[in-house]
């Protein structure tokens, strides 16, 4: 992740705004409640054509399609994952995308940079110089320096094109009166006001490297670096229109892709209609469309926590494709968080009272515990590790003891402990058992609030507040941009199962 969420103008006078940005606010959309989350509007897409699209109508016949449908339906969901990742992943940056070291992209890469640089030092070393490969680095850096303006620089852009301009640095080379360091550090000068605060320290060392190479060199990466700045400056000052744009944008795509499957939405249907009676009736005096969005809101928050612990053998439902990588992140998250929270949870009941009530002592387990589970990511990882935790546990036990002048644990205790700790492992512990229920019912309440208001953390579960917060606000995200974009295809699905009486 870049380090700087706020870029990167330092310039005075000449403002931070982008056409840029103002092209993707050309293209709006407003949710049914106006923003993400649950909506309790159905738009009305009830022609047959959607129908079939949605896989409602499975028992029709397959319609052929062709392989050209097939690639455009491809590249539409890679469309779609671009923007749901700028929308769900509030954190989202652009990044470099570097060729690992020893990889034979990596060795090319290297080899041709150094050719460049070797026969760049070597013309300008000749008598007279040459000046092919400079004139050639010039117009390059005057690009990069073009691409990290704002359109309102046009003093600064004119400058640049006046001092940079080429057929004046080719009459200096003719007349041997080039400067080529010179040049080098007037554009220095002109990075240091356009660049990132980030960018400082970099800046800094290339206005005090002699080497006309080495600065050079040094100009072409920062360059680099600052066109990225920009780039996910720019993304972040869009980011509220492209959210706005993206349900939009992820319906349509979606449909393009169910336009070339058979039944599309088979998994989704499965996982949804698991919390749904088929034989429900419409109570009295409730409307039939009421009644369909309670089952719709309250079946779907139920499926959405089972997505937090899915089996690993089982698909997940089609319309959270895009969200498979961020809910498994969150299922090994979840899953170390309850185990630590279970082994504190043993260990404090386990330490005496004096040893309960003091704050550091907690919190020096809990890092330790952390450290060891930190590269466990199912049951079988950690059973190999939880005797490592028992031995960990002991020392810390010990140490505390003996610092706050606390009577030493006996061996019958130790042994005790030790045991109860190994027993964690087990799939019926109650402890843990108890703490799962409690994550998953904080997940149900912060998805059915219908507001901001905050949850009550549950009980044994303060030591891991920040952790437990993170998950849920991330898996809120998920799970309130989904319900915004598919609710039609949960509402027909609801729909299809409790038909409506004759």
Same mark, same amino acid.
């Given at each position: 992740?870049?380090?700087?969420?706020?870029?990167?103008?330092?310039?005075?006078?000449?403002?931070?705004?982008?056409?840029?940005?103002?092209?993707? #606010?050309?293209?709006?959309?407003?949710?049914?409640?106006?923003?993400?989350?649950?909506?309790?509007?159905?738009?009305?897409?009830?022609?047959?054509?959607?129908?079939?699209?949605?896989?409602?109508?499975?028992? #029709?016949?397959?319609?052929?399609?062709?392989?050209?449908?097939?690639?455009?339906?491809?590249?539409?969901?890679?469309?779609?994952?671009?923007?749901?990742?700028?929308?769900?992943?509030?954190?989202?940056?652009?990044?470099?995308?570097?060729?690992?070291?020893?990889?034979?992209?990596?060795?090319?890469?290297?080899?041709?940079?150094?050719?460049?640089? +070797?026969?760049?030092?070597?013309?300008?070393?000749?008598?007279?110089?040459?000046?092919?490969?400079?004139?050639?680095?010039?117009?390059?850096?005057?690009?990069?320096?073009?691409?990290?303006?704002?359109?309102?620089?046009?003093?600064?852009?004119?400058?640049?094109?006046?001092?940079?301009?080429?057929?004046?640095?080719?009459?200096?080379?003719?007349?041997?009166?080039?400067?080529?360091?010179?040049?080098?550090?007037?554009?220095?000068?002109?990075?240091?006001?356009?660049?990132?605060?980030?960018?400082?320290?970099?800046?800094?060392?290339?206005?005090?490297?002699? +080497?006309?190479?080495?600065?050079?060199?040094?100009?072409?990466?920062?360059?680099?670096?600052?066109?990225?700045?920009?780039?996910?400056?720019?993304?972040?000052?869009?980011?509220?229109?492209?959210?706005?744009?993206?349900?939009?944008?992820?319906?349509?795509?979606?449909?393009?892709?169910?336009?070339?499957?058979?039944?599309?939405?088979?998994?989704?249907?499965?996982?949804?209609?698991?919390?749904?009676?088929?034989?429900?009736?419409?109570?009295?005096?409730?409307?039939?469309?009421?009644?369909?969005?309670?089952?719709?809101?309250?079946? %779907?928050?139920?499926?959405?926590?089972?997505?937090?612990?899915?089996?690993?053998?089982?698909?997940?439902?089609?319309? %959270?494709?895009?969200?498979?990588?961020?809910?498994? +992140?969150?299922?090994?998250?979840?899953?170390?968080?309850?185990?630590?929270?279970?082994?504190?949870?043993?260990?404090?009941?386990?330490?005496?009272?004096?040893?309960?009530?003091?704050?550091?002592?907690?919190?020096?387990?809990?890092?330790?515990?952390?450290?060891?589970?930190?590269?466990?990511?199912?049951?079988?990882?950690?059973?190999?590790?939880?005797?490592?935790?028992?031995?960990?546990?002991?020392?810390?036990?010990?140490?505390?003891?003996?610092?706050?002048?606390?009577?030493?644990?006996?061996?019958?205790?130790? #042994?005790?402990?030790?045991?109860?700790?190994?027993?964690?492992?087990?799939? +019926?512990?109650?402890?843990?058992?108890?703490?799962?229920?409690?994550?998953?019912?904080?997940?149900?309440?912060?998805?059915?609030?219908?507001?901001?208001?905050?949850?009550?953390?549950?009980?044994?579960?303060?030591?891991?507040?920040?952790?437990?917060?993170?998950?849920?606000?991330?898996?809120?995200?998920?799970?309130?941009?989904?319900?915004?974009?598919?609710?039609?295809?949960?509402?027909?699905?609801?729909?299809?199962?409790?038909?409506? #009486?004759?």
């Amino acid at each position: 992740m870049s380090e700087n969420k706020d870029i990167p103008n330092k310039s005075n006078n000449e403002g931070q705004g982008s056409s840029r940005i103002r092209t993707t #606010s050309e293209c709006s959309y407003t949710s049914d409640d106006g923003s993400s989350g649950f909506t309790g509007k159905r738009q009305r897409t009830t022609s047959h054509q959607f129908m079939v699209a949605s896989g409602l109508t499975a028992a #029709s016949p397959p319609k052929f399609v062709s392989l050209e449908e097939i690639m455009q339906a491809a590249n539409g969901m890679r469309d779609m994952a671009l923007v749901h990742q700028i929308v769900v992943d509030k954190d989202f940056r652009l990044k470099r995308a570097e060729p690992e070291p020893n990889s034979v992209q990596g060795i090319i890469k290297n080899t041709m940079h150094k050719a460049f640089w +070797d026969i760049l030092k070597q013309q300008l070393n000749e008598d007279p110089p040459v000046y092919t490969q400079a004139f050639n680095l010039l117009e390059e850096i005057k690009e990069g320096l073009f691409a990290v303006l704002l359109p309102q620089h046009t003093r600064i852009k004119q400058q640049i094109s006046e001092v940079l301009d080429s057929d004046l640095i080719k009459q200096q080379a003719e007349n041997g009166t080039l400067d080529f360091k010179n040049y080098a550090q007037y554009v220095v000068s002109v990075m240091a006001k356009l660049c990132a605060p980030v960018r400082d320290d970099k800046i800094l060392e290339l206005s005090e490297t002699v +080497d006309v190479i080495e600065t050079f060199q040094g100009i072409l990466e920062t360059l680099d670096l600052m066109q990225l700045d920009m780039a996910n400056f720019t993304l972040q000052m869009a980011r509220p229109d492209i959210i706005a744009c993206s349900v939009e944008l992820e319906r349509k795509k979606f449909a393009d892709y169910l336009a070339v499957q058979y039944d599309g939405l088979e998994q989704t249907r499965k996982w949804l209609l698991r919390y749904i009676n088929s034989g429900q009736a419409v109570p009295e005096n409730v409307e039939y469309e009421k009644f369909i969005k309670g089952v719709f809101k309250w079946s %779907f928050c139920q499926a959405c926590v089972e997505l937090i612990d899915w089996p690993s053998d089982e698909e997940y439902p089609e319309t %959270f494709m895009l969200d498979v990588d961020r809910l498994k +992140d969150l299922h090994v998250r979840c899953f170390r968080l309850v185990y630590v929270a279970t082994i504190l949870l043993v260990t404090i009941s386990n330490a005496g009272t004096d040893l309960q009530s003091i704050a550091a002592f907690k919190q020096s387990l809990k890092d330790h515990i952390c450290i060891l589970l930190e590269n466990v990511k199912n049951e079988s990882e950690l059973q190999s590790t939880l005797p490592n935790i028992c031995e960990q546990v002991i020392i810390d036990l010990k140490e505390a003891q003996k610092k706050y002048d606390l009577t030493q644990m006996p061996q019958a205790a130790e #042994s005790n402990l030790r045991e109860q700790i190994l027993d964690i492992g087990k799939t +019926d512990h109650k402890v843990k058992g108890i703490v799962q229920q409690r994550v998953k019912d904080f997940f149900l309440d912060i998805i059915e609030s219908s507001t901001a208001a905050p949850q009550k953390v549950p009980s044994g579960l303060s030591a891991l507040q920040k952790e437990l917060v993170e998950i849920a606000g991330q898996f809120l995200r998920i799970v309130s941009h989904n319900s915004t974009v598919f609710c039609n295809y949960y509402y027909d699905i609801v729909a299809a199962a409790l038909p409506k #009486s004759s």
